[in-house]
């Protein structure tokens, strides 16, 4: 049997609602893939400001996470170069802390398709925890070692903390994030996208 195409594969994706019990809202699924994307970026799950507009990073995350990639906001969005693959498509709702875990049946029934079918990626960022357990499952004991040791995982990998506002803590106390990953990923991209 044939493997769908991929526009076929993303209308199929657009209409899933195999998580529409669990979710607090609607489901709607935003990822943005193109087959010839030399980047993926492997986030974790839409958030509320996402859920609305249906434009992945379309919030402060994706202001810091720009600004990280060294990419303007019209690149970001030029799928022929940057994908973006959450772990969830679906906003999951909130819990006391933030937005709940990425639901698991996204990556259980689109991931690997999806994956299969951008075969020009060169350079993966794996955006927090639940990213980095799928994509590098081998990995450190947390997020701070796993990211801490970027560069085991290059040139193909560069693990990252979440760029929410809410981990300004996180990167305050791990200021070598700064000085070592960040200069390395923008000319990474840079070179990449050229």
């Known amino acids: 049997m044939a493997k769908p195409s991929l526009s076929a594969l993303l209308r199929d994706v657009a209409a899933c609602r195999i998580c529409e019990e669990p979710l607090p809202v609607e489901p709607r699924p935003v990822v943005q893939i193109g087959a010839a994307a030399k980047v993926l970026i492997a986030g974790q799950a839409p958030g509320r ?20 990639m060294g990419v303007s906001t019209a690149t970001f969005y030029d799928a022929s170069k940057i994908a973006i693959l959450p772990m969830g498509f679906c906003y999951p709702g909130t819990g006391k802390t933030g937005d709940l875990a990425p639901r698991p ?6 991931r690997e398709q999806l994956l ?3 075969t020009k990626v060169k350079l993966t960022l794996v955006i927090g925890q639940y990213a980095m357990r799928w994509h590098l499952p081998d990995s450190k004991s947390n997020l701070t070692e796993t990211v801490r040791a970027w560069k085991e995982h290059r040139p193909r990998i560069v693990p990252l903390p979440h760029p929410s506002p809410r981990n300004n803590r996180w990167l305050a106390k791990n200021p070598w994030f700064q000085t070592d990953v960040l200069p390395y990923l923008r000319r990474r991209i840079a070179t990449l996208l050229a």
């Open 49 to 68: 400001r996402v859920f609305e507009t249906g434009v992945a990073f379309d919030d402060p995350s994706g202001d810091r996470l720009r600004a990280w």
């Open 105 to 110: 049946e996204c990556a259980e029934a689109w």
């Open 116 to 118: 299969a079918r951008m």
